[in-house]
């Protein structure tokens, strides 16, 4: 019977494919366009986020969720941009998985538990990757702006030479930095213009959290309060330039790394495809000699 089901689906969606060619049909990324420019979902869309939602809702009074852990996954969050509280999105994960999970008990009465435990088990690693996403996006996100610091500490350097304005050489720099600094250096510029100046360059240090762009707010600062600081932004310079070529030359080694396996793997099959006809034929040759 359920052989039978699969089979005519399989038929099924066969001849909806082949419709699709010969009445030149919309693909599926097409419509989703469309309704994306025009504010519209799917029913089944908006029907699953409301499901999503309400259970998230009911999960949200009773997830636990500690200061420290809601803080860290909150400035992730405010990295990327994500307009949603910490303990929201982290009810919303949940409720995804526990749905999921939920989903495959669809499986037993049609006797294939299997496929049960493999929902459970794909519901379990959606959870924990849905968080390890975000953080991949955001070292993703601190690997362009660490690449970038040798550049803006070079640059600080000549700009420190005529005047100490750091908002305007923020400004001037943003118009030439990538995209993930230039979206730091906005949010850093208008903090800086509206409030204090130490406590922006601080809080542009606690948003991104790395340990070259800590020195360098720290150099800044004491540009603020009037310290010369060349001597260190030139030592700073320096050192970020030795761990930019000591990151570059860990990718080299990666790549010749790959290319010696894939080589080995190679020769071991070129091995195997001469041996197997010569061990063949001296199994022939010695069949036919009796033994």
């Not at 419709?19 to 869309?45: N, Y």
């Not at 070129?270 to 009796?290: D, E, K, S, Y």
Request: with cysteine; hydrophobic share 50%.
């Amino acid at each position: 019977m359920l052989t039978s089901s699969l089979t005519g689906l399989l038929l099924a969606w066969g001849a909806f494919l082949i419709l699709k060619q010969l009445l030149l049909l919309p693909d599926l990324g097409t419509l989703q366009a469309i309704r994306q420019l025009s504010g519209q979902k799917r029913l089944f869309v908006a029907m699953t986020e409301q499901i999503v939602a309400f259970f998230a809702r009911l999960l949200s009074r009773f997830l636990p969720l500690g200061n420290y852990r809601q803080k860290q996954l909150q400035a992730i969050l405010d990295r990327l941009q994500i307009k949603q509280p910490a303990h929201q999105f982290t009810a919303n994960v949940l409720a995804k998985s526990i749905l999921l999970g939920c989903l495959g008990l669809v499986f037993i009465p049609l006797g294939t538990p299997v496929l049960s435990l493999l929902t459970a088990v794909a519901a379990i690693l959606t959870y924990f990757h849905s968080f390890q996403a975000i953080r991949q996006q955001v070292g993703k996100l601190n690997s362009q702006i660490e690449s970038e610091l040798p550049r803006l500490v070079e640059s600080l350097i000549y700009a420190m030479q005529d005047k100490r304005d750091l908002i305007s050489f923020f400004e001037q720099y943003q118009r030439i930095a990538g995209r993930s600094l230039a979206n730091e250096l906005d949010r850093l510029i208008m903090a800086m213009k509206i409030g204090n100046h130490e406590m922006a360059l601080r809080q542009f240090e606690a948003r991104i959290s790395l340990p070259q762009l800590s020195a360098l707010v720290s150099i800044l600062c004491g540009v603020h309060q009037g310290v010369d600081q060349k001597t260190s932004l030139l030592i700073l310079e320096q050192e970020l330039r030795t761990r930019q070529r000591e990151n570059l030359r860990r990718e080299s080694e990666k790549k010749p790394g790959r290319i010696k396996v894939a080589s080995f793997i190679l020769t071991v099959l070129l091995i195997v495809m001469f041996m197997v006809p010569l061990i063949m034929m001296i199994i022939r040759n010695l069949q036919t000699a009796g033994f």
